[in-house]
């Protein structure tokens, strides 16, 4: 028998593929893709009824596309459909799957629809390595597959969220022929940098979703995963594998990002090339997605080599306006453009939508021509140890500052505003410290505060408690990238470690994420610098079905591995040293009021 039909040369079971006409579409389930080394991976199809060559919106992830959002992620979908109610309109939701497209809201625009199961996920066999090259090369074939069907007019675009939009930096890099454009919503880009090592201090986050997300839907899980609400059929194959085969097929993520702490060649396959990313592309941000769904838009954006490029950033949840009308519409227009050739003013429109984040969960929309804006004022706020305040003009004396080296750290706060003050963009700081041990890992984090001195957060990609923005690096790992490094976004190597030796002072330039708000006037801005991650001093933000952890100001992304962060090392004191030759200060893009540049409009989020 050849790959294709219903019995592979393992001789191993697999589901049979059916067809059947349902909700207005085509739809082809567990459709045989074969990969150059034997493996069959497996995908769903969703197309019009009618007879034509469509363009393909494809997606390639771990997280069984017979899986339905709401049984997979209820806790999630309860809460977007409440607050959103626009995501559930005009559409049955038997279809539905975690950061993926709703076919019944793209097939009626004449899409055909691929969800893939990668490798060794869902139905499709053989052995887990997420974002490994194996990985890129299979979602390659998988385009060029989807691209020479005869019901697919040879465009392919890729569309998702996290998982389904971090691998399309990786596969664009290969410059599939068949590629005609990406949707890059929500994601990450660089292995190290975005998502494993914040600074070079280790992210636990993949090893906890390595147990909640993959392991519950790998490929022969049988009965104990779930069952397709809409054909009955497993969603993790038809075979019921062992344990101990399950385990023999997949790697140890948590272990694999153990074991290599610097920007080595581990990291490097499984980040973007970017002057080799040339497909037009379109990247959304979340401002409250630090640790994981914001940075990587952002390079993304400015370092992609291709000419055709938007960038949009919003607020909420991180899977929330992926499918609202208002993110759904203009990944539409994108794709009408590119993959229907559709002249609907899209390449027209200004390069950057930003929704501007103001207190009280209210977003602004305003258009932009570039990032960062190029009237950012870029202004130094010193660090004044002797009464704790953030000032423009520089303190010349000599004094120190110490706190636990694993602790909550100091803050330093602005006078109260004497006018609304905007800040948007990339943020930065230069720090001179010493230590009592041989590292120390700072946590910088950036924090307004209303005139009665409470915290003003906002609901962020995971966290309903999630401060203006945070930076990371560990002492250690100092060193810049000349070559690669801006004043606002210091870029570090990461490539060798350099000890410290106690007492010793050193330079740290420290990359802050970008961020946006709208700070009125009597509020503070304040830097705070802490020696382990923020912890938001309110309530609970409670937990969710998908994570391990209590929601506390961070969501998942906890740097607390102790294995990465030894007491001996980091658990001792660190000093912060100021002077004339050692300036301290935070650098902030403070955007002038342009009465000429005119909001579009005003989204005020749903708590």
Not at 278 to 303: C, T
């Amino acid at each position: 028998m050849s790959l294709g039909e219903n019995t592979p040369r393992s001789g191993r079971k697999t589901h049979q593929p059916r067809s059947g006409f349902r909700d207005g579409m085509h739809i082809d389930w567990d459709v045989p893709i074969p990969m150059d080394d034997g493996v069959v991976l497996r995908a769903d199809v969703y197309r019009p009824a009618k007879v034509g060559k469509f363009p393909v919106i494809l997606s390639y992830g771990p997280y069984a596309k017979g899986l339905a959002f709401q049984e997979g992620y209820p806790s999630a979908w309860q809460r977007m459909a409440k607050k959103h109610p626009d995501v559930a309109a005009g559409s049955t939701n038997k279809y539905q799957n975690w950061e993926v497209v709703d076919p019944e809201k793209w097939v009626p625009h004449d899409y055909a629809c691929v969800r893939v199961d990668s490798r060794g996920c869902g139905c499709s066999p053989g052995v887990i390595d997420h974002f490994s090259p194996r990985e890129t090369k299979d979602l390659y074939d998988c385009i060029e597959w989807a691209g020479v069907q005869p019901w697919s007019n040879g465009k392919v675009g890729l569309n998702g969220v996290s998982y389904y939009a971090i691998n399309q930096w990786h596969v664009a890099s290969l410059q599939p022929p068949h590629l005609a454009a990406i949707c890059v919503w929500e994601g990450a880009a660089d292995w190290y940098r975005d998502m494993t090592r914040h600074g070079g201090i280790l992210c636990t986050f993949w090893k906890n979703w390595y147990d909640m997300q993959v392991k519950t839907v790998q490929y022969g899980a049988g009965e104990r995963g779930k069952r397709s609400p809409v054909h009955g059929e497993l969603v993790c194959g038809p075979e019921t594998l062992g344990e101990d085969q399950l385990a023999r097929n997949r790697t140890d993520l948590g272990g694999d990002i153990l074991a290599h702490p610097l920007d080595d060649a581990y990291h490097r396959a499984r980040s973007p090339i970017w002057d080799k990313v040339v497909v037009p592309l379109f990247s959304a941000a979340n401002w409250g997605g630090q640790g994981l769904h914001l940075r990587g838009n952002f390079e993304g954006f400015m370092q992609a080599a291709s000419r055709q490029k938007w960038l949009e950033v919003h607020g909420g949840e991180h899977w929330t306006h992926f499918y609202t009308d208002y993110g759904r519409r203009q990944q539409l227009r994108f794709f009408d453009h590119f993959l229907h050739g559709k002249d609907n003013g899209w390449d027209r429109q200004p390069k950057v939508l930003l929704q501007i984040r103001h207190p009280g969960e209210k977003f602004v929309a305003r258009a932009e021509n570039e990032w960062p804006l190029k009237r950012a004022r870029w202004t130094k706020f010193h660090l004044d140890p002797a009464d704790g305040m953030l000032k423009t003009s520089a303190t010349a004396g000599k004094a120190t500052l110490s706190f636990a080296a694993m602790g909550d750290g100091v803050t330093f706060m602005t006078a109260p505003l004497a006018e609304a003050t905007e800040i948007t963009g990339p943020v930065a700081a230069k720090l001179f410290i010493s230590s009592s041990t041989s590292d120390a890992d700072l946590f910088l984090v950036l924090r307004a505060f209303s005139p009665d001195l409470k915290e003003v957060v906002f609901q962020g990609a995971i966290d309903p408690h999630t401060p203006i923005a945070q930076g990371w690096l560990r002492a250690s790992h100092r060193r810049l990238d000349l070559a690669r490094s801006l004043p606002y976004r210091p870029y570090h190597a990461h490539d060798i470690e350099e000890p410290l030796r106690e007492g010793e002072v050193v330079e740290l330039d420290i990359e802050i994420w970008p961020t946006s708000i709208v700070a009125p006037a009597g509020y503070r801005i304040a830097l705070t610098i802490r020696g382990k991650d923020y912890e938001y001093g309110g309530a609970s933000g409670g937990k969710l079905s998908n994570f391990k952890n209590e929601l506390t100001g961070c969501g998942p992304f906890l740097h607390d591995d102790p294995q990465d962060r030894p007491p001996e090392i980091f658990d001792g004191v660190t000093t912060l040293h100021f002077g004339r030759k050692t300036p301290n200060y935070l650098l902030l893009p403070i955007i002038p009021a342009n009465p000429e540049r005119k909001p579009t409009g005003i989204v005020r989020s749903k708590r």
